[in-house]
C-alpha cells in the first residue's frame, strides 16, 4: 500500500490489485463513488464534503485496508451530526474492471461507472445509480434507483421513488411504495410491484408479473411465457408478438376490451405462445400485435 495524501479534510491509498477485488465501502453520511476501470491500482479518496469538524473526524478515523483481495472502506459514525448539515464525505474508488462491490451510506447516493461484478448497494435515504454489472441487489429507503444493466439477476426495491432498469439477464424483482417502475428487458422472471404509479416493460422474458395498486401496466411486446398483470385503477396494453398465439383470461370490473388479437385453432406444436393473465378493477385493457 501507498499513501499518497493525508490531511484535516481527505485522504488518499492506493493498493496494487492487478486482478478484480472485493471491495466493501461503508459510510453514515455522504456519497460512495465507484469507477471500474482497465486498471491493476485501486484507488481510494475520502473528501469532507462541506469540510466541517465531524467530516473531518471521521476521515482521520475512517479503516482503510487491503487483505488480500479485499479492499475495506470503513467510515465509523462518531459524535452527534445533523444529516444535511455536518458529517457529509464523499468516498471515490477507482477499480479493477469486474470487481465485487458492497456499498453502504446511512443517507446519501451511490454512483458506480465501468461494469462491475456482483453489486449491493445501500442507502437509508438517496439516490442509488449502477452502471453495467454481473448482478445488483440495490435498495433505498427513499430515492430513486437505476440499474443499466445485468448479465444476472437484479433485485431492486425503495420506500418512495422510481426504478428504472435496462437489460436483465436472467430474473427481476423490483418494489416501490410509491413511484413509477421501468424495465427494458428481462431473460428470466420479472417480478414488478409499485403501490402507485405506472409500470412498463419492453420485453416481457419467459415470465412477467406486473401489480399496479394504482397506475396503468403496459408490456410493449411479449413473444412467449407467462404475462399475469394486475391493477385496480389504470389501464393495460399488451403487445404479442407477430405469430405468437395468445391464450387470453381478461378481466376487468368496469372498462372496455379491446383486442386486435383475432381468434384461432390450437397453436401447433413448436409455435410460440404467450399467456396472458390480466386483471383490473376499473380500466380498459388493449391487446395489439407488436
Do not use: Y
Not at 248 to 253: A, E, K, Q, S
Amino acid at each position: 500500500m501507498s499513501e499518497g495524501l493525508v490531511n484535516d479534510e481527505k485522504r488518499q491509498h492506493s493498493f496494487q490489485t492487478p486482478a478484480p477485488i472485493c471491495l466493501r465501502v461503508e459510510i453514515p453520511h455522504g456519497r460512495i463513488i465507484v469507477a471500474a476501470e482497465a486498471t491493476d491500482v485501486t484507488r481510494v479518496e475520502l473528501t469532507a464534503i462541506h469540510n466541517d469538524a465531524t467530516a473531518r473526524a471521521w476521515i482521520a478515523d475512517a479503516e482503510i485496508a487491503q487483505n488480500g483481495d479485499e479492499i475495506v472502506v470503513r467510515v465509523r459514525k462518531s459524535g452527534r451530526a445533523l444529516f444535511g448539515l455536518a458529517g457529509g464525505i464523499e468516498a471515490s474508488i477507482h477499480a479493477p474492471l469486474g470487481s465485487a462491490a458492497t456499498l453502504s451510506t446511512g443517507a446519501g447516493q451511490v454512483k458506480t461507472t465501468g461494469r462491475l461484478g456482483n453489486v449491493s448497494a445501500r442507502s437509508g435515504s438517496g439516490t442509488i445509480d449502477l452502471d453495467d454489472n454481473d448482478a445488483a441487489d440495490a435498495g433505498t429507503g427513499s430515492g430513486n434507483i437505476a440499474i443499466a444493466s445485468s448479465s444476472g439477476s437484479i433485485e431492486a426495491k425503495t420506500g418512495s421513488g422510481r426504478i428504472i432498469v435496462g437489460k436483465v439477464g436472467v430474473d427481476a424483482r423490483i418494489t416501490t411504495g410509491s413511484g413509477r417502475v421501468t424495465l427494458g428487458e428481462a431473460v428470466g422472471a420479472a417480478r414488478l410491484v409499485t403501490g402507485s404509479g405506472d409500470i412498463e416493460v419492453g420485453q416481457a422474458g419467459d415470465s412477467v408479473e406486473a401489480v399496479a395498486a394504482s397506475g396503468s401496466i403496459k408490456v410493449s411486446r411479449a413473444d412467449h411465457g407467462l404475462a399475469r398483470l394486475r391493477t385496480n385503477s389504470g389501464r393495460v396494453w399488451v403487445g404479442v408478438a407477430n405469430g405468437a398465439a395468445a391464450l387470453l383470461d381478461i378481466t376487468t370490473m368496469s372498462g372496455r376490451v379491446e383486442s386486435e388479437l383475432q381468434a384461432v385453432e390450437e397453436p401447433a406444436e413448436g409455435q410460440r405462445r404467450v399467456e396472458l393473465v390480466v386483471s383490473t378493477l376499473s380500466g380498459n385493457v388493449n391487446l395489439v400485435r407488436a
